[in-house]
């Protein structure tokens, strides 16, 4: 089975993404099928054997992640906090929230699923609070804790590992209807973060998230533009106090941040994919120079955009002299 190669492989909504494909293809082969997924795709799954390679492997994508290892170790890293995986646990990672891993044991395998917001459909949204483990902080997501629920999720992962290799007709309702089995599976017993188990959680309304979707598309449409908070409230028909309260809710940070994280995604784009001076994509982006955009990427990457550039173009993708990036 190929490596996985999951570095902004959701060039689903945004087609400039993919000479980052090409470039992690380049280095790793191919993930399934030698195919960019195309400017209207709403999923996109990778899997296989990840390399044993010394080193911090960072990932950032446009779509939601869920994450399943479905052989070997693995440790996970948002931030500060890493999160030491066997087969059978899950991970979920938000769009644009940087995370990576590294691999602690020879024949590591996972199964990773990136998609669009809508891709789970409204019907599914208005009967499970899917949204909300991914709007809390890492630290306080759904874990895998029973030997019940880890047998199911392998019989899971395994089944959508084999559908997707093969992608035979209907492949695509197969992995959503596998995702949203994965997703009941890992929040069933989970009571939102930082609540005692009976005491029930609050949960991003599914109409909220139809309310924020035109916002979420103003971003994802052009990542470089700064899209002011006033606009994006208008674009949902909500007053700008009631929109950044719904935006925090259902996304699990600010609509600042949001933006934030896309222009910052936009600029590591830039630097993996052209020779453009950083000055020149700190301009693009919206930053005021290259000294804004130089702390804004520490921040988010846990390095200079200089660094990230030098790292990205050796073999592999993000080395262990690195910093894990920081979700602060």
Not at 142 to 149: I, K
Not at 265 to 286: K, N, V, Y
Request: net charge positive; aromatic share 8%.
């Amino acid at each position: 089975m190929p490596i996985s190669c999951k570095i902004n492989l959701m060039a689903a909504r945004s087609p400039q993404l993919a000479g980052v494909a090409k470039h992690a293809r380049d280095h790793f082969g191919p993930a399934h099928d030698e195919r960019i997924p195309p400017a209207d795709s709403v999923v996109y799954v990778c899997g296989g054997p990840l390399p044993l390679e010394p080193g911090f492997h960072m990932h950032y994508h446009e779509g939601m992640e869920v994450g399943v290892v479905v052989s070997g170790r693995m440790d996970l890293v948002f931030g500060d906090t890493v999160f030491p995986c066997t087969p059978g646990d899950v991970f979920l990672s938000a769009m644009w929230e940087p995370h990576g891993w590294h691999t602690t044991a020879a024949g590591a395998t996972n199964l990773g699923i990136i998609f669009r917001l809508d891709f789970l459909g409204n019907d599914f949204a208005q009967r499970i609070p899917w949204l909300s483990p991914f709007a809390a902080p890492a630290a306080q997501r759904p874990r895998v804790t029973s030997s019940r629920t880890r047998e199911r999720v392998l019989v899971i992962a395994r089944f959508l590992l084999q559908e997707t290799t093969e992608r035979d007709r209907g492949w695509v309702e197969v992995v959503r209807a596998g995702l949203q089995w994965l997703l009941v599976e890992l929040i069933r017993d989970w009571h939102g973060p930082d609540r005692p188990k009976g005491v029930r959680s609050d949960h991003p309304s599914p109409n909220d998230l139809a309310r924020i979707m035109p916002a979420v598309a103003l971003v994802q449409d052009d990542a470089a533009r700064v899209v002011r908070a006033s606009e994006a409230a208008a674009a949902c028909n909500l007053s700008l106090s009631r929109f950044q309260v719904i935006f925090r809710s259902t996304m699990g940070i600010s609509f600042a941040r949001f933006r934030l994280r896309s222009r910052l995604a936009f600029c590591a784009h830039r630097l993996l994919t052209t020779d453009s001076p950083i000055e020149a994509i700190a301009d693009e982006a919206g930053f005021v120079d290259r000294s804004h955009l130089h702390r804004a990427f520490v921040r988010q990457y846990g390095c200079t955009p200089g660094q990230f550039r030098e790292q990205q173009r050796m073999p592999g993708l993000y080395r262990a002299r690195l910093a894990p990036p920081s979700l602060e």
